[in-house]
């Protein structure tokens, strides 16, 4: 494949601007978030294509927004942000991806790492034990389907209603745990067959449940104000979405949404972009469905949030409570969001789709749970499992430029079937083994397609979006141990 040979306009070190002369059709110019040395593998990934392409939606504003973590996706790039106008605008399951509401969840402890490492490996392997994981796993929930209706309808509540989880965990959850406008009634009896016996499991691919320690501390007052004190100190994060359920919600509205082109008579430059009017049947109808898949997955975190709790009190001998294993923040990373935006100097109501991207709301935003609004919300960066992850904020500069968006991860630079033919699972293992990190897996070859190899840099990331100004790096962990679907 040859490289991308279109035109990108310098705007700064870390801004990259596609034009709207690029492509006929495009309504807005794209803008790329990136250092000159990532532009290169973007530009062998094709990705900057996909920013051109979402730029043709109907009812698009400001720009096709790409983070410094973007590569090639299902019509948008994973990383991808882009805002349409609500009243003219279209809503794109492609914006959003099959995994929807992966996203992340943070635990901070009152621990150590002196503490936690002489007993990590049966951490690793209570949390293994306890924590159902793996494609097509099945979970220890056993719900009927008027129990899932009522799930994709309360989202995280609903499992703390069942004693799996604290009401302070709410406060610091997106949306509360629950997004609103949820309707059971959009959901296909496949999908809510397919989610039924996966509630509360960690799933496959890039999932994971990582112990990490505090490296660095670069604010600390904003780390003290999240429950983070010092280097050290141990942490826990989750990450997972809505599994099976959410990839067949995806799977049944794309179908509708591809009739829904010609009906309206959208012209796209890639049928993977197929849409409909965010005020159509068609829009309304996705939107429902997949509110339904969110609060699956804000479910989902929930009951794994509270085994990890049980786990660690198992294991250390002291309950949750006087382990300080209180909730920093979950943020979602495949999402689309009515939300109030300024848009050329008027306050516009638009439908932001988050591909691989973090919400990063300033502090003072109304959204912006009230604990940390002298800091801004938590924006959660997890890298690969050999290397750190990160945690940030959102600021202003985000909600001027981005919508109030940041980056979501370190982004992939090989696929998965080229990291398991160039790795072997087996030395991917012997290597984290050798760094002081444990991982247990449900299948030690898959290791291979999350080899850090695999994955860009994380702290380069970082770097360009902290620099940019739409979020600021607070501090950085590294992982202790893994559990791995």
């Not at 790492?113 to 034990?129: A, K, T, W, Y």
């Not at 994380?458 to 979020?471: F, K, N």
Request: glycine share 12%; aromatic share 6%.
């Amino acid at each position: 494949m040859t490289a991308w040979q279109g035109q990108l306009i310098r705007v700064d070190d870390y801004r990259w601007k596609i034009p709207e002369t690029y492509k006929s059709g495009m309504r807005v110019p794209g803008m790329i978030y990136a250092s000159r040395e990532m532009l290169e593998a973007m530009r062998e990934d094709q990705t900057p294509e996909q920013v051109a392409n979402v730029a043709f939606l109907p009812g698009i504003v400001g720009h096709s927004l790409a983070m410094p973590d973007i590569h090639w996706g299902y019509g948008f790039p994973i990383g991808g942000v882009a805002a349409m106008d609500v009243s003219k605008g279209v809503v794109s399951p492609g914006g959003v991806g099959y995994d929807i509401n992966c996203g992340v969840r943070l635990l901070r402890t009152d621990l150590s790492e002196d503490e936690v490492r002489p007993r990590i490996s049966q951490l690793v392997n209570g949390l293994f034990s306890d924590i159902p994981s793996g494609l097509g796993s099945e979970g220890k929930i056993r719900v009927g389907r008027k129990e899932m209706n009522d799930l994709m309808v309360e989202g995280a509540r609903w499992a703390i209603r069942r004693g799996l989880g604290f009401e302070d965990d709410l406060e610091v959850t997106e949306e509360n745990g629950c997004m609103r406008g949820a309707d059971p009634g959009k959901i296909s009896d496949r999908a809510a067959k397919r989610g039924l016996p996966q509630a509360g499991t960690l799933g496959s691919g890039n999932h994971f449940l990582e112990i990490q320690a505090v490296k660095e501390i670069f604010e600390p007052g904003a780390a003290a104000v999240m429950g983070i004190k010092g280097v050290g100190q141990i942490l826990v994060l989750i990450h997972t979405g809505s599994r099976g359920f959410g990839h067949q919600v995806c799977t049944d509205h794309l179908r509708a949404m591809e009739q829904a082109v010609s009906r309206y008579g959208i012209k796209l430059p890639d049928r993977q972009l197929a849409c409909a009017p965010i005020e159509s049947p068609e829009g309304r109808d996705y939107l429902a469905a997949m509110a339904c898949a969110a609060n699956y997955a804000w479910a989902n975190r929930q009951c794994i949030a509270h085994w990890v709790r049980e786990c660690f009190a198992r294991v250390l001998g002291k309950g949750p409570e006087k382990l300080g294993m209180k909730q920093v923040y979950d943020v979602a990373h495949n999402i689309a969001k009515i939300e109030e935006h300024v848009v050329a100097g008027r306050k516009v109501k638009v439908c932001v789709h988050r591909k691989g991207a973090t919400r990063a709301f300033p502090p003072g935003h109304r959204d912006t749970p009230g604990c940390y609004s002298s800091i801004g919300q938590p924006v959660l960066v997890p890298g690969d499992m050999g290397r750190c992850s990160f945690i940030a904020v959102g600021t202003e500069k985000a909600m001027e430029e981005t919508f109030g968006s940041t980056c979501h991860g370190a982004g992939r630079m090989l696929s998965r079937g080229a990291a398991k033919r160039s790795i072997k699972g087996g030395r991917v293992v012997q290597e984290l083994e050798r760094r002081g990190i444990t991982v247990k897996a449900e299948n030690i070859h898959s290791l291979a397609e999350e080899a850090s190899q695999a994955y860009k840099d994380v702290t380069e990331i970082i770097e360009v979006v902290h620099r940019a100004g739409i979020s600021r790096k607070v501090a950085m962990t590294v992982p202790l141990g893994i559990v791995k679907g």
